[in-house]
């Protein structure tokens, strides 16, 4: 995957000018344009872009990942705070409050090697056919990570998890993630900037894959930087001609992008988390808002 050609990257941000200044009240993806605003200031200190620091905030280093939410968050889910660059804040942008999920690279202050995340996460539904959990909710992308690397590019929005039989792969794996990668173009001062974001599904090919051998990436659509975009992911157990389906399914911007899991038997959760998850050079800015989460156990 190569980065986006100049030609290619003007024409985006020439298309995004166009849309934020003719269209209606209501678009494709089911949300109000008047959420397309440019980047608000959001209240954290924001460290320049780099890479090998700690990129640590004063106040934002919680001793625990499971501590320093704010009290009764617009989101739902409990805290996974992996990150000393920023505590989850609110912003309101046009009728909605947005919980912000901002990570930097190398940010991860609690003594392990893994990526930083601020993310949030729910119980997990057993394997039986017709459990299921579902996740709904709109985001807004402001930032991804970049790193000179392509393959490294982009940021977490959220995933499906769920163990399995059999061993193999991490104790706790990740079934599929949506990743978002950064689209440049040249904004109105003619700086090179992130202008939109290729969202694709990172599943997969067998249970406990992971690199470039374990997992696949599947494009699935772009989004506009700061646009609000409805998403769902649904992930369970059914039947279907007698067969035992494990399957993902996602609906970003009133559009399905469904997918069934692999080795379905070994299966025995399902689980989904959402915020902002790896970022290998600069800095990710997530926001989510209108959270809502269901749970059936069979």
């Given at each position: ?8 990257k ?7 000018i ?14 109000s344009?008047s ?9 954290v ?13 004063p ?15 617009v ?9 000393c ?24 202050h609690?003594g ?18 017709g ?11 402001l ?15 959220a ?21 978002a ?27 406990g ?9 599947v494009?699935l ?44 038997n070994?299966g025995t ?10 970022v ?13 989460f ?5």
């Amino acid at each position: 995957m190569k980065k986006i050609t100049l030609n290619y990257k003007l024409t985006a941000i020439a298309t995004l000018i166009t849309l934020g200044a003719f269209y209606s009240c209501e678009r494709e993806d089911g949300v109000s344009d008047s959420e397309m605003v440019v980047e608000e200031s959001i209240s954290v200190g924001l460290a320049s872009k780099n890479s090998g620091s700690s990129n640590c905030t004063p106040g934002a280093s919680n001793s625990s990942r499971t501590i320093g939410d704010m009290a009764n968050p617009v989101n739902d889910g409990k805290i996974d705070d992996r990150s000393c660059f920023s505590n989850y804040s609110e912003t309101r942008v046009g009728s909605r409050t947005y919980g912000n999920y901002n990570i930097a690279v190398g940010s991860n202050h609690l003594g392990t090697r893994l990526q930083p995340r601020i993310e949030r996460s729910f119980p997990r539904s057993n394997e039986k056919v017709g459990s299921y959990v579902e996740f709904k909710g709109v985001f807004r992308i402001l930032e991804v990570g970049d790193t000179p690397n392509d393959r490294d590019d982009g940021t977490y929005i959220a995933q499906a998890k769920g163990k399995h039989t059999g061993g193999g792969g991490s104790p706790d794996p990740a079934i599929c993630l949506f990743l978002a990668k950064p689209v440049y173009g040249i904004d109105g001062q003619g700086r090179r900037t992130q202008v939109s974001f290729d969202i694709y599904r990172e599943q997969i090919n067998f249970r406990g894959g992971s690199g470039a051998s374990g997992r696949t990436l599947v494009f699935l659509t772009n989004v506009g930087k700061g646009r609000a975009i409805s998403f769902e992911l649904k992930v369970g157990f059914r039947n279907v001609n007698g067969s035992k389906v494990h399957y993902a399914n996602a609906v970003i911007g009133g559009r399905n992008y469904f997918w069934n899991i692999p080795e379905a038997n070994r299966g025995t959760q399902s689980g989904i988390r959402y915020g902002a998850y790896r970022v290998k050079g600069g800095k990710a800015r997530i926001q989510w808002a209108n959270t809502n989460f269901r749970r059936i156990n069979k």
